[in-house]
């Protein structure tokens, strides 16, 4: 009974940005752990960053940290990523998901998220 559902992407040029904005229904929201993952053609879901429940901790990939940062607010229910200094091989679409499994800190596999969102595009031209 957990939804969430992501909005926000759309096409800019290099260097520009986005706010991306997940927003969940259902009671379990404040109770979960937050991933913001992306996947381009051809390539693997990856995780880009996550954050935790009571956003005491956050982690970002390597390829996107000091570029995109990832807040929530619980009162909310919502998670956003922004994304900035945007280049070309950030173009992929976005999916937040919830990790129920707190105990233990962030997880940064696909497999150990249990609720996904249909995902937002984002392009970025060149």
């Known amino acids: 009974q957990v939804q969430l559902v992501e909005s926000g992407g759309g096409l800019v040029q290099a260097g520009g940005s986005l706010r991306l904005s997940c927003a969940a229904s259902?009671?379990?929201?404040?109770?979960?752990?937050m991933g913001w993952f992306r996947q381009a053609p051809g390539k693997e879901r990856e995780l880009v960053a996550a954050?935790?429940?009571?956003?005491?901790?956050?982690y970002y990939a390597d390829s996107v940290k000091g570029r995109f940062t990832t807040a929530r607010d619980n009162a909310k229910n919502t998670v956003a990523l922004e994304v900035n200094s945007l280049k070309p091989e950030d173009t992929a679409v976005y999916y937040c998901?919830?990790?129920?499994?707190?105990?233990?800190?962030?997880?940064?596999?696909?497999?150990?998220?249990?609720?996904w969102g249909q995902g937002t595009q984002v392009t970025v031209s060149s």
């Open positions: 259902g009671r379990t929201f404040s109770m979960s752990h």
């Open positions: 998901a919830a990790d129920r499994r707190i105990v233990g800190g962030l997880h940064f596999s696909t497999r150990e998220y249990d609720y």
């Open positions: 954050i935790t429940r009571s956003s005491s901790t956050t």
